[in-house]
T-cell receptor, first 109, second 116 residues
């Protein structure tokens, strides 16, 4: 059974607007969450992370929110840019990284 | 600059062939990982290694083996390639105890394997 779920395979957003990517997890013991970004024909790159002791972490245009009671996290990109078009993977650390299936974000000019 | 290098970006092999995928990192990382990425399935861990000559099975080790003879090199071996092993293979590394303190796995650019 999937421990990390990204229920939206794709998302399309207009340039300048907010992109919200969602992720749900099943195990309340998970305590460290990460987002990776992947362009076609390249390896994933680390984007941002959050520990369970926080509910928000911000890095420039990227903010990750964690709702522990709902076992849900989200990545907000504001403002979205065409260069943000990529596949975004949510991951949790549990001795090694467990990835979700990814959400393909398309930012249209 | 940190670097994880995968020897082949694109390979085409025939069913039953033995396939070697090589990965080298220059960051003196203890941990190394092999994932495969498939559309709709995300990244799935095949094997990982936390030290020379050590290996651990990931979520989908069947049909694969690995070798870690030197700290900087981690090889993925398909003893007898099958069509369902057509995929993008990604190598990654990090320091011992790296995540969650750094939150980062460093990935190579990937090796796209097609098995005919």
């Amino acid at each position: 059974d999937q421990q990390v779920k990204q229920n939206s395979p794709s998302l399309s957003v207009q340039e300048g607007r907010i992109s919200i990517l969602n992720c749900d997890y099943t195990n309340s013991m998970f305590d460290y969450f990460l987002w990776y970004k992947k362009y076609p024909a390249e390896g994933p790159t680390f984007l941002i992370s959050i520990s369970s002791i926080k509910d928000k972490n911000e890095d420039g245009r990227f903010t990750v929110f964690l709702n522990k009671s709902a076992k849900h996290l989200s990545l907000h990109i504001v403002p979205s840019q065409p260069g943000d078009s990529a596949v975004y993977f949510c991951a949790v650390w549990s001795g090694n990284l467990i990835f979700g299936k990814g959400t393909k974000l398309s930012v249209k000019p | 600059d940190v670097k994880v290098t995968q020897s082949s970006r694109y390979l085409v092999k025939r069913t039953g062939e033995k396939v070697f995928l090589e990965c080298v990192q220059d960051m003196d990382h203890e941990n190394m990982f092999w994932y495969r990425q498939d559309p709709g399935l995300g990244l799935r861990l095949i094997y990982f290694s936390y030290d020379v000559k050590m290996k651990e099975k990931g979520d989908i080790p069947e049909g694969y083996s690995v070798s870690r003879e030197k700290k900087e090199r981690f090889s993925l071996i398909l003893e007898s390639a099958s069509t369902n092993q057509t995929s993008m293979y990604l190598c990654a590394s990090n320091v011992a105890g790296g995540a969650p303190s750094t939150g980062e796995l460093f990935f190579g650019e990937g090796s796209r394997l097609t098995v005919l």
